[in-house]
C-alpha cells in the first residue's frame, strides 16, 4: 500500500518561500507510469492542481501558478519537494501530496494534507 | 483550459435512498488514445480526497459497488444507489485528458436530510 507524508513548515511570511516535502513508502518513485503531484485546498473551497513531476526529472506546473512554483524529486529519498515563492495570504491551504496514475487518470493515492498558512 | 462544471451544489439525502451528481466539462474529454479520463473523488469531512471511479465507470480498489458512474463525451454522473451515513462529504469530478492539466469540478456536498 502506498503512503504519502508532507511535512514542512505550518507558518509562512508573506514574500517568503513556502517549502513542503512528500516522503513516499510502500513504492518506489521511481516506478514508471506515475507522475508526483502537488494539490492544494483553500479553506472551505475545491480542489486546485499545483504541479506535478516525474522521476526522470520532468516537471508540468499550473499556467498560474508556473512563475512562482518549483517542484523537485530526490529518487533516493524517495521524495519529492514543492518550493512555491513570494507567498502571499492568498497562498494559505491545506496541501496535499498525491500521485497520479497515468494509466487511470486519476489521482490514486494521497497524503493527508498539511495546513500551510501565510501570515506575518 | 477544460472547465468542470458540477450540479447540484449540495444534495440532501435520506439513508438509503439514491443520490445523483452531475458534471460537465467544456470541451469533449475523448482523448486521442480513445479513452476518457474523468475521474469522480469523495473527501468526507476533515479527510484528504479518495479516488472512487476513473476513466468514467471503473471503481477503485476497495470501493463500495453502490458507487456507480457513467457518461460520455462533456456529460459524466456519478450515482450513489443507496445513501449511508458514511457517504456524507464532497465529491469532484478531475478530468485528465487534458494531460498534463489537470482541473477538478468545483464539489456537490452530499448530506443527510
Known amino acids: 500500500q502506498v503512503q504519502l507524508q508532507e511535512s514542512g513548515p505550518g507558518l509562512v511570511k508573506p514574500s517568503q518561500t513556502l517549502s513542503l516535502t512528500c516522503t513516499v513508502s510502500?513504492?518506489?518513485?521511481?516506478?514508471?507510469?506515475?507522475?508526483w503531484s502537488w494539490i492544494r485546498q483553500h479553506p472551505g473551497k475545491g480542489l486546485e492542481w499545483i504541479g506535478y513531476?516525474?522521476?526522470?526529472?520532468?516537471?508540468y506546473y499550473n499556467p498560474s501558478l508556473k512563475s512562482r512554483v518549483t517542484i523537485s524529486v530526490d529518487t533516493s529519498k524517495n521524495q519529492f519537494s514543492l518550493k512555491l515563492s513570494s507567498v502571499t495570504a492568498a497562498d494559505t491551504a491545506v496541501y496535499y501530496c498525491?500521485?497520479?496514475?497515468?494509466?487511470?487518470?486519476?489521482?490514486?493515492?494521497w497524503g493527508q494534507g498539511t495546513l500551510v498558512t501565510v501570515s506575518s | 483550459d477544460i472547465v468542470m462544471t458540477q450540479t447540484p451544489l449540495s444534495s440532501p439525502v435520506t439513508l438509503g435512498q439514491p443520490a445523483s451528481i452531475s458534471c460537465r466539462s467544456s470541451?469533449?474529454?475523448?482523448?486521442?488514445?480513445?479513452?476518457?479520463?474523468l475521474s469522480w473523488l469523495q473527501q468526507r469531512p476533515g479527510q484528504p480526497p479518495r479516488l472512487l471511479i476513473y476513466k468514467i465507470s471503473n471503481r477503485f480498489s476497495g470501493v463500495p459497488d453502490r458507487f456507480s458512474g457513467s457518461g460520455a463525451g462533456t456529460d459524466f454522473t456519478l450515482k450513489i444507489s443507496r445513501v449511508e451515513a458514511e457517504d456524507v462529504g464532497v465529491y469532484y469530478c478531475?478530468?485528465?485528458?487534458?494531460?498534463?492539466?489537470?482541473?477538478f469540478g468545483g464539489g456537490t456536498k452530499v448530506e443527510i436530510k
Open positions: 478531475m478530468q485528465a485528458t487534458q494531460f498534463p492539466f489537470l482541473t
Open positions: 498525491a500521485r497520479l496514475a497515468a494509466q487511470l487518470g486519476g489521482v490514486d493515492y
Open positions: 513531476i516525474y522521476y526522470s526529472g520532468s516537471t
Open positions: 470541451q469533449s474529454l475523448v482523448h486521442s488514445d480513445g479513452n476518457t479520463y
Open positions: 510502500g513504492g518506489s518513485i521511481s516506478s514508471g507510469g506515475y507522475y
